[in-house]
T-cell receptor, first 112, second 112 residues
Framework: GESVGLHLPTLSVQEGDNSIINCAYS??????FIWYKQESGKGPQFIIDIRSNMDKRQGQRVTVLLNKTVKHLSLQIAATQPGDSAVYFC???????????FGSGTRLLVRP | DSGVTQTPKHLITATGQRVTLRCSPRSGDLSVYWYQQSLDQGLQFLIQ???????AKGNILERFSAQQFPDLHSELNLSSLELGDSALYFCASSVGLGNEQFFGPGTRLTVL
């Protein structure tokens, strides 16, 4: 499939290492945040979400951290695997609107 | 597989033409969202419908329109197509308002 966002920032990690992908959001009124994974030629796939009343949420091998003070969101992937290679997007949603505003994305490359 | 279906998968047409993209949400989901993804602009929210009614609008061009039918499927109509309309168009659905959105596989539109 075609690449999305040919000029995306890229994070390259060794298989088995932990990955941290960061995202800055702009709207202090946003109260819901989501991380999506997009593989080449596919639609965005939901990974994990967090609401603004939380600082941290854990899923299977993934953790999302929210720092509202500096409007920063991060996605941590433990023991990164080749199948984790994809473009990762953060998205924010404010309570007054149900549309998602997506960040520009980060490409994760996992080296074998 | 998210449960959201989109047709067609690929569409090639000429400038000035009109096309219709179709989306069927996941069973039970009442909200449908349309997004445009181009190489230089990332994922952009276009419009949202909830149970047949328009609920939110993004930067959707006047040449574009959408609707959600009583059976909850949605159609995005793009008219007077221009070269710059070439992009991936994604549909997403959610149970209600402000819930996690599940994306379909997308329709790749190429305007020649």
């Amino acid at each position: 499939g075609e690449s999305v966002g040919l000029h995306l920032p890229t994070l390259s990690v060794q298989e088995g290492d932990n990955s941290i992908i960061n995202c800055a959001y702009s709207n202090s009124a946003s109260d819901y945040f989501i991380w999506y994974k997009q593989e080449s030629g596919k639609g965005p796939q939901f990974i994990i979400d967090i609401r603004s009343n939380m600082d941290k949420r854990q899923g299977q091998r993934v953790t999302v951290l929210l720092n509202k003070t500096v409007k920063h969101l991060s996605l941590q992937i433990a023991a990164t695997q080749p199948g984790d290679s994809a473009v990762y997007f953060c998205a924010e949603n404010s309570g007054s609107s149900y549309k998602l505003i997506f960040g520009s994305g980060t490409r994760l490359l996992v080296r074998p | 597989d998210s449960g959201v279906t989109q047709t067609p998968k690929h569409l090639i047409t000429a400038t000035g033409q009109r096309v219709t993209l179709r989306c069927s949400p996941r069973s039970g989901d009442l909200s449908v969202y349309w997004y445009q993804q181009s190489l230089d602009q990332g994922l952009q929210f276009l419009i949202q419908y909830y149970n047949g009614e328009e609920r939110a609008k993004g930067n959707i061009l006047e040449r574009f329109s959408a609707q959600q039918f009583p059976d909850l499927h949605s159609e995005l109509n793009l008219s007077s197509l221009e070269l710059g309309d070439s992009a991936l168009y994604f549909c997403a659905s959610s149970v209600g308002l402000g819930n996690e959105q599940f994306f379909g596989p997308g329709t790749r539109l190429t305007v020649l």
